[in-house]
DNA sequence: GTGAAAGCGCTAACAT
DNA sequence: ATGTTAGCGCTTTCAC
């Protein structure tokens, strides 16, 4: 392992102070022309870097964000990654990821990962944790931002981005409902899903809207895979036989409802309609297509990082509850 | 934004120096019993955490790992973070995210990010850059793997693990060959790319076996998505109407396919047999379900973590090149 | 325009 | 078993 050359490595070389060499490298006044140029192609020859943990211990700033997320792998949240690193990048800013599979007690211990590494700011997706734990780890963060989740009291440093999950079911049931469906399935994803309940708000509201009866037997709980969109499908069909429409929790949900009426002998859309939510890249290759409620996730995420940085550059006029509305994408499948 | 207690308040506050704090902390031997217990009491009573950045500073050592990728979007390298971030969170490290975008500048970069941030390791999948360049930056890591990607020269501080993409073009060649293809064109994917190399050298070796004879213009240049092997598929159509397979370079460029074929009314299997690499989740869910050669992502995630972990722990048989064999998923597109 | 001193929060090495 | 000293690489403050 090569010995990185330090400031002061530069700083001897070109026989000045310590400082003037930081004042080069971070292009601050109070140098002539002629050394700092001499300084910079010094340090420029030498290959030095200043180093990224030292400038943060003293100026407790690591130009870092944490992004958590319950898994890179799901096309919702890595899109969001790659918007906030869109934008991230073109501040100078680093990611530092955490993973918390869902897992309540590891989103705890991502949070204190993101407080050891003294990150910036933090953009937290969907976490789940109560709002007092929250807030006892964002305390530390200059800013956070919190996806696809409210905020329980308001604070100046934390922000918000919200997906209008009530509004996206409506409009799936208002297109269910004009193609005159009375029998609709709600798979409405895991218990403690803060997009579940807006989710089933929209759908409740939507029904009574339409003058559909809403039987709760038809709302069933499901995790928010292929294999729970199967599972909750093929139980939902022995149960009830006459539905004739289904809202997934997500796209790979609907997927698994896709896989069920297969086994089934089902048809898609003529026997069973079905309307995912997320729109992720596979909806609009899959046959038949499925008709999903879209939002954007790229947007999402880089708005997140821009609120970060209107916070970092001191911006007055700051939206800090932001809300996305998605619209329904109609495909094949409804 | 809180202050957060450092060593000294705990020290304080327990009447102890700060090295019997750090002791305590670190669960290091030179403390009785008594006084660990009194002081990690205080320590989580004050709520105190130690600082990552301080001390990566002091030991050189950060517990981070980065992970340079061409984008978390695409599931083939979602995947690997996936899997690297299982064990890196087993073993108490955490991930370092830095896109490229398939830029080679951008890759120069991320690289410099994972210096100034002065990572213990780092992940590079797929670098492009010229091995001078990478080896300029790797030997400021104590250790680095390259995935998908060879060693120029041999170093014991550089592991590689490659999936054997010639191995796997064999394999889908010899399937088509069986099946009595002798019209095969194979969507080569981006010039720059080493698997396509790879794949090339597999899809000629095979083609030669099978007494097929080799036509250059039946080999496409692409880009790595579903627009490149729409593109590529249609132009191919247009010149080689009679080709009756397509070994497509990834499987989203052979969903471009699909979807020339869907426009031309070419049906496969019958027409055109198709097989893709990597077997994404859609693959599997798409129609015609895709005949794809699979290596397990996740798999070399956690494989590539685990060659780090074993040269941390100062492991005498590590394997430092691995390689992981394919197999040929057999669906119905071929 | 330039530099010296002190300190960020921690630990390694050396006392006691 | 516990404490002291010095230093990691940088920046802030103040002096010249």
Request: net charge neutral.
């Amino acid at each position: 392992m090569e010995k990185r050359p330090t400031i002061s490595d530069v700083a001897r070389e070109a026989s000045v102070s310590l400082m003037s060499v930081s004042r080069a490298m971070n292009n601050r006044p109070g140098l002539s022309d002629k050394t700092r140029k001499r300084i910079l192609d010094i340090a420029n020859q030498l290959g030095y870097r200043p180093s990224g943990v030292a400038r943060a211990l003293a100026t407790n700033r690591s130009f870092t964000v944490g992004l958590m997320m319950p898994d890179v792998t799901n096309p919702f949240f890595s899109q969001i990654a790659k918007g906030a690193e869109d934008v991230a990048y073109s501040m100078g800013y680093n990611l530092f990821l955490v993973n918390t599979d869902e897992d309540i007690e590891r989103e705890k211990i991502a949070l204190n990962s993101l407080l050891d590494k003294q990150v910036d700011g933090a953009i937290l997706c969907s976490p789940r944790l109560p709002w007092e734990q929250i807030l006892k780890h964002i305390s530390h963060f200059q800013f956070t931002v919190l996806i696809n989740r409210e905020l329980d009291e308001p604070r100046s440093d934390c922000a918000t981005i919200n997906i209008d999950d009530t509004f996206g079911a409506k409009l799936a049931i208002e297109h269910l409902s004009n193609r005159g469906h009375k029998k609709i399935a709600f798979l409405a994803g895991p218990d403690e899903s803060t997009s579940r309940k807006r989710r089933l708000r929209g759908f409740m509201q939507a029904l009574e809207y339409h003058k559909i009866p809403y039987d709760e037997n038809l709302v069933l709980t499901c995790s928010s895979d292929m294999a729970g969109g199967f599972k909750a499908a093929t139980t939902l069909f022995s149960n009830h036989d006459d539905i004739t429409a289904i809202l997934a929790y997500n796209d790979m949900v609907a997927f698994g409802v896709f896989q069920a009426c297969e086994e089934l002998g089902k048809t898609i859309p003529d026997q069973v309609a079905v309307i995912g939510f997320d729109d992720i890249p596979l909806a609009s290759i899959i046959k038949p297509k499925l008709s999903t409620v879209r939002a954007n996730k790229r947007e999402l995420g880089q708005r997140a990082m821009r609120v970060f940085q209107a916070f970092i550059d001191g911006n007055e006029d700051i939206t800090m509850d932001q809300t996305i509305l998605p619209s329904l994408v109609l495909r094949k499948s409804a």
